[in-house]
């Protein structure tokens, strides 16, 4: 599978989410802890993404090589500071390429998006929701897989003005029906918000009242950190994160828990 997460809150450089904690991603992608049996390291490729301007697009990093053998990320990530970051440690599904485009994190204007897990059956499952999507978008994929195409879909319902919770949680109820067993932890950032899915696959989130940490595994370990239960929706921002179940997830005895400052 892959490993990804996302912070906002006060600038931070990207060392300090990604290099630097007890269990980073740079050490996720070597020595993970809870893949749930979908692989044992994420050694094909990484990509980070952040904000060079607080209003501005976001800029990415990415590489076809594994986190830990890249020297020239790291010295980029101790000497860039962003209020928003979005990264992943790719672990590539059995017959899908390896390059530098097929490594997240996906972009559009400020947009960063990111999928851990795999889309079973894959392409013929998901055929019927690709031929909805724009022609254009179908021929300017980043890279023929599974994760590019979950990207195309939820950026095709941010671009028409759909809650960018409503556009992951949609996107992973159509992607569930067509292809039965998938795992959909998707994840996105706008820089200021973020929002992601756990479907079959580990997710923690940690707020306090200056950030928010989204990740597949917590990286240190602050007591802060809580799982977000399978398959809910979590969206977080400084101060407070909620999670709400998505369909086909049986009711739960009380509402949804909106978890404050700790």
């Given amino acids: 599978m892959c490993r990804h997460l ?3 809150g006060p600038p931070v450089t990207l060392a300090s989410l990604l290099i630097e ?4 991603l740079v050490h996720q992608s070597y020595a993970p802890a809870d893949m749930r049996g979908g692989g044992t390291v994420n050694a094909d490729g990484f990509g980070a993404g952040w904000y060079p301007e607080p209003d501005g ?21 101790a000497a860039t500071r962003s209020a928003g970051v979005l990264a992943a440690a790719r672990s590539a599904t059995v017959g899908m390429p390896v390059h530098d485009g097929a490594a997240a994190p996906f972009a559009e204007g400020r947009w960063l998006f990111s999928h851990n897990g795999v889309v079973r059956g894959w392409p013929r499952s998901v ?21 590019a195409l979950l990207w195309a879909l939820v950026r095709h319902r941010l671009r028409t003005g759909t809650d960018p919770g409503a556009a992951l949680a949609g996107v992973a109820a159509d992607v569930a029906a067509s292809a039965p067993g998938s795992r959909l932890n998707l994840l996105l950032t ?3 918000g973020i929002w992601a ?11 306090d009242q200056h950030s928010a940490l989204v990740a597949s595994e917590p990286l240190d370990p602050d007591p802060g950190w809580r ?6 929706l979590v969206t977080a921002s400084p101060g407070t994160h909620r999670c709400i179940p998505l369909a086909g997830t049986p009711a739960p ?9 700790r």
Avoid: E, N
């Fill in 57 to 77: 697009p976001a800029a990415r990093y990415r590489s076809a090589r594994p986190m830990w053998s890249d020297t020239s990320f790291t010295a980029v990530a």
């Fill in 227 to 232: 799982p977000v239960p399978d398959r809910h």
């Fill in 190 to 192: 706008d820089g200021t």
């Fill in 21 to 24: 904690p007890a269990h980073s």
């Fill in 253 to 261: 005895a009380a509402a949804p828990t909106i978890q404050g400052v």
């Fill in 127 to 147: 055929g019927g929701l690709a031929a909805a999507l724009p022609v254009t978008d179908l021929l300017t994929l980043d890279a023929p897989t599974d994760s």
């Fill in 6 to 8: 996302a912070y906002v």
């Fill in 197 to 207: 899915t756990a479907w079959h696959h580990s997710l923690s989130v940690r707020t």
